[in-house]
């Protein structure tokens, strides 16, 4: 087991960006696919993406949310554009502790490492 903790939630206005930190102590987390989902309050958790050595998204953020590995913090990030209202939601990371992103990447039940969540609330 490794302890993941999210941050960087916060609120921000329609249109903005906001960068979501998901880290670990102890344990290096470069080398392993990590994933983020987000829930809304009322809707079932969802996928955002997934990384390895590529990334892929959910269709309802392509184009706007990006990820990148920061190597000194051993943090992965999500980077998150042009944010609209309907992108509010309590954001989580996961991984296996494996290199490659699970083939139903989109589950959530293909991770067994899960962080508390961080919240981001964009306002209209």
């Known amino acids: 087991q490794v302890q993941l903790v999210e941050s960087g939630g916060g609120l921000v206005q329609s249109g903005g960006s906001l960068t979501l930190s998901c880290a670990t102590s102890g344990y290096t987390l470069q080398y392993d696919a990590v994933a983020w989902f987000r829930q809304a309050p009322g809707k079932e958790r969802e996928v955002v993406s997934c990384v390895d050595t590529i990334t892929f998204y959910a269709d309802s953020v392509k184009g706007r949310f990006t990820t990148s590995r920061d190597k000194q913090k051993n943090a992965v990030l999500l980077h998150m554009a042009s944010l609209e209202p309907e992108d509010t939601a309590v954001y989580y990371c996961?991984?296996?502790?494996?290199?490659?992103?699970?083939?139903?990447?989109?589950?959530?039940?293909?991770?067994?490492?899960w962080g508390q969540g961080t919240q981001v609330t964009v306002s209209s």
């Open positions: 996961a991984t296996n502790l494996y290199p490659r992103c699970p083939t139903a990447w989109m589950r959530q039940v293909s991770y067994k490492n």
